[in-house]
């Protein structure tokens, strides 16, 4: 079944939703299933959230996979939305469908967006266990959902306070971000450590970073706010 991850620019859901419209046109109806559960996403990025619903409502799935897709993606148009409680079910229905089925890499997307809607209380165990099915994953793909999974567990730490636990997960998040080799991610990983070595008092650690982060997205051509903003604090 087709992988609709290459047909896809976050920063530009109009184009997405174009493109996948196109090739949904051109293929084959389990294949055109899965790239209009996409349509559905793009469109709930440009908060057309009843459109997007719409399309879901005229997928009729025959295999698990598109099953799975058709409520994760309803899932993540009702918490778009502001309707958390209403997307709980949505995810909690995808987590067990792509678990019997051995979908590993929608398994872990699902239990991560589960644990975005749940209760303060329950997050860090679902993302828990989502890095756990990822990490035990034979599938590469559900297995680079690590870095994202460490980083969300980082800021369930920083969101309590815990520092040195969420400087753990962030450093870890780091390594599998060097793993996966996407640099602009790798930079963002970079910061998060900076970020909790600052809160941590380690100023001259965290300093040390932000500097070589400013360096290298000047050597790029790049800039980012949020690198400035740390050195202003670090400096000043």
Not at 64 to 78: N, P, Q, S, T, W
Request: aromatic residues 6%.
């Amino acid at each position: 079944m087709i992988d609709p991850t290459p047909l896809w620019d976050f920063d530009d859901p109009t184009g997405s939703e174009q493109r996948f419209r196109a090739e949904a046109e051109a293929a084959d109806p389990e294949d055109r299933l899965v790239l209009m559960t996409q349509v559905a996403r793009a469109l709930g990025l440009q908060e057309k959230y009843d459109e997007g619903h719409a399309v879901l409502d005229d997928l009729s799935p025959t295999e698990d996979e598109v099953a799975v897709r058709i409520v994760l993606e309803r899932g993540r148009l009702f918490r778009s939305a502001g309707s958390p409680d209403e997307a709980r079910p949505s995810f909690e229905a995808a987590v067990a469908t792509a678990s019997q089925a051995g979908l590993e890499a929608l398994h872990v997307d699902a239990l991560h967006m589960l644990a975005l809607v749940a209760d303060p209380a329950e997050q860090l165990a679902v993302n828990e266990r989502a890095l756990a099915v990822a990490r035990n994953a034979s599938d590469p793909a559900a297995r680079d959902w690590d870095a994202s999974l460490l980083n969300n567990i980082g800021m369930v730490h920083a969101d309590a306070g815990r520092w040195g636990e969420a400087l753990d997960a962030f450093e870890q998040a780091l390594a599998a971000r060097e793993r996966i080799g996407v640099e602009t991610r790798t930079r963002t990983a970079r910061w998060m450590v900076a970020w909790a070595l600052r809160n941590l008092g380690r100023t001259e650690e965290a300093l040390a970073m932000q500097r070589a982060l400013k360096a290298d997205l000047e050597a790029a051509g790049q800039h980012d706010p949020y690198v400035d903003e740390e050195l202003a604090l670090l400096e000043g």
